[in-house]
């Protein structure tokens, strides 16, 4: 959907924004552009892509580290999609119910699944081959989350090549499992219930 917004030195907001082709659920990122129309053809003279919405809920500004949506996935529980731009998105599957809150509060499946995720996210920012600018926010985001995890700086050898970045992967992955006392918390939680 496009929506045009006036010129720079006169913004016009259209009367009616209203998202009306987006599917429910999905993810909404915005791309913003800037065209010269002075000539015949538009000249494009700055743009800004993968921009999420504030969250005009709770007045929260807080960006996730991983936001969380629901699509058909067929039999899939879930997917990791990363847009260079925008960032990582866990998606779970909408045939599911409710399994973004039961995700929120169950152990298991945290366990089953965010070190999979961690792991993916360590392979796709280190690895010679990423196509990620290392400059983009959500990458220096998640950077920092894995340096917290580790409790240490990440040396340029442990991303020097495949074998490396795997160990890195692994390391980074446990040490977040060790945290979050995943294995722990889910024989606990099997005992209360026995």
């Not at 998202?19 to 791309?31: K, N, S, Y």
């Not at 070190?115 to 996210?121: D, E, F, I, T």
């Not at 990423?130 to 990440?154: C, H, M, P, S």
Request: hydrophobic share 40%.
């Amino acid at each position: 959907m496009r929506f045009d917004f006036g010129t720079v030195g006169k913004i016009n907001h259209p009367e009616n924004c209203l998202l009306t082709e987006i599917d429910a659920g999905a993810a909404v990122l915005f791309r913003i552009k800037v065209v010269d129309e002075t000539g015949e053809v538009g000249r494009i003279l700055a743009s800004a892509n993968g921009i999420r919405p504030e969250n005009d809920a709770d007045g929260d500004d807080r960006r996730p580290l991983l936001p969380v949506r629901k699509a058909n996935l067929a039999e899939l529980i879930w997917r990791l999609e990363i847009d260079k731009d925008a960032g990582p998105e866990l998606i779970v599957n909408s045939r599911i119910p409710d399994l973004i809150e039961t995700l929120k509060r169950d152990v298991y499946l945290q366990g089953v699944i965010y070190p999979g995720v961690v792991r993916r996210l360590v392979h796709d920012i280190f690895h010679e081959d990423n196509e990620y600018d290392e400059d983009t926010d959500w990458v220096k985001d998640w950077t920092e989350w894995f340096k917290a995890q580790l409790g240490r700086e990440i040396a340029e050898e442990e991303a020097d090549d495949l074998e490396a970045v795997h160990s890195l992967a692994d390391e980074i992955a446990a040490a977040f499992s060790s945290k979050n006392r995943f294995a722990s918390n889910v024989i606990a939680a099997r005992h209360a219930t026995n």
